[in-house]
Structures are given as C-alpha cells and as structure tokens.
C-alpha cells in the first residue's frame, strides 16, 4: 500500500533562518506531489505541486521554494524565512488522474 | 478562477444525531471533482467522500453521504448517527482537471463537535 512521510512533525526557526521539510511517497512510481500551507483557523492553500522530476509549479508569489530531486521525494525550501511563514505545512500525493489527494501528518512551523 | 465556500463556521451535533454541513462553489467548468475531508484535532487530513460532476447519483460512504445538486453548484455533506469521533473540522474541496495537475481548491471549514 501507499504510506506518505513528511517530517520533521515540529520545527520552531528564527526569523531569517534557513528552512527544508521533506515529504516522501512509498508504493507507487511517479505520483503527483502538492505542498499546502494552512494557516490557524483557515483552509489549506495550495503552495506547489509537481507531476514529474524537476517539474514544479508555483500558485502563490512567495518566499517559498520547492523542488523535486526524486520521484517519490518532494521539498519545500526557504533561504531566510519571515514570520509570515508560520503555518501548518501538509505534503500531499495522487495518481497522476483525477483522484484524491493523500495528505501527510504534516509540519506545524513556528517562526519566532 | 474556483471558489468554495463553507457558510458554517461551527456546527454541534448530539451524538446519534443527523447533521448536513453545506458547500457551495462557484465555477464556469463542467468536468470536475468535490470532496470532503475531514480534519480531527491531529490535523492529519483525511478522505471522506468523493463526487463526480458527471454522475447525478449521490455519493455514499457508510455514514455519509452528499447532496450534489450541480446546477445550485451545491454539495453538502450528511452525518447520519454521528459519533464522538466525527469531531473535526471538515473541508469542501474542488478538483478540476487540468494540463498541469489536479489541485484541490478548499473551503475554510466547518467546525464540527459532536456531544454526549
């Protein structure tokens, strides 16, 4: 069966520092892969998603970056994170169709 | 550009009772997807129920089941015998197909609490 791993589950970070969340996808080959953000008390926003290696597509201008180096392994990047970025950060995957999305356990990312 | 809209902020419910939780959306595509997820306070983020835009039966799962109505762009969620365990936050979710992807445009929620 398909598992989907995000980690690390927590992370607090100053205010410039640099950051990296891992997701990656076990038991199927070339999914479609999202980033969302859910900020306290509102719904997920879609951040990125990508449908192959090196293939990422942005939704939002933002101080945020991703990448997929591998096809079952996707990153969502910052070179100096702004308080903004506090949030709720959940990795999701599909079958490249119209099915559902699968969401990981998610990141709770706190700024300070 | 899709917009979905929960009018229910929070919503209580008496355990073993019914609840319906509303989803409107607002789009000028006709093949698409809806969804409803259900978020408990671990905030993993789970499937609930799917519906095709093209099928005009009601989807169904165990406890739950959905209005569709495609022409009020209307999609609601029924609770039958709700549990304790059906305290979440729930989403409405929209799925268009596109070239680039099938991202899911969300609701901001309702807040279930079902009580003794």
């Known amino acids: 069966s398909q598992t989907i791993h995000q980690w690390p589950a927590t992370l607090v970070q100053p205010v410039g520092s640099p950051l990296s969340l891992e997701c990656t996808v076990e038991g199927t080959s070339n999914p479609n892969l999202y980033w969302y953000r859910q900020a306290a008390g509102r719904g997920l926003q879609l951040l990125f998603y990508s449908v192959g290696i090196g293939q990422i597509s942005s939704e939002v201008p933002q101080n945020l970056s991703a990448s997929r180096p591998q096809d079952r392994q996707f990153i969502l990047s910052s070179k100096k994170l702004l308080l903004s970025d506090s949030g709720f950060y959940l990795c999701?995957?599909?079958?490249?169709?119209?099915?559902?999305?699968?969401f990981g356990d998610g990141t709770r990312l706190s700024i300070l | 550009a899709q917009t979905v809209t929960q009018s229910q902020p929070e919503m209580s419910v008496q355990e073993a009772e019914t609840v319906t939780l509303s989803c409107t959306y607002d789009t000028s595509e006709n093949n698409y997807y809806l969804f409803w997820y259900k978020q408990p306070p671990s905030r993993q983020m789970i499937l609930v129920i799917r519906?095709?835009?093209?099928?005009?039966q009601n989807a169904t799962e165990n406890r739950f089941s959905v209005n569709f109505q495609k022409a009020a762009k209307s999609f609601s969620l029924k609770i039958s015998d709700s549990q304790l365990g059906d305290t979440a936050m729930y989403f409405c979710a929209f799925m268009k197909h596109s070239n680039s992807g099938y991202a899911l445009n969300f609701g901001k929620g309702t807040s279930l609490l079902v009580t003794p």
């Open positions: 999701a995957w599909s079958v490249p169709s119209n099915q559902p999305q699968h």
């Open positions: 519906q095709e835009a093209y099928k005009q």
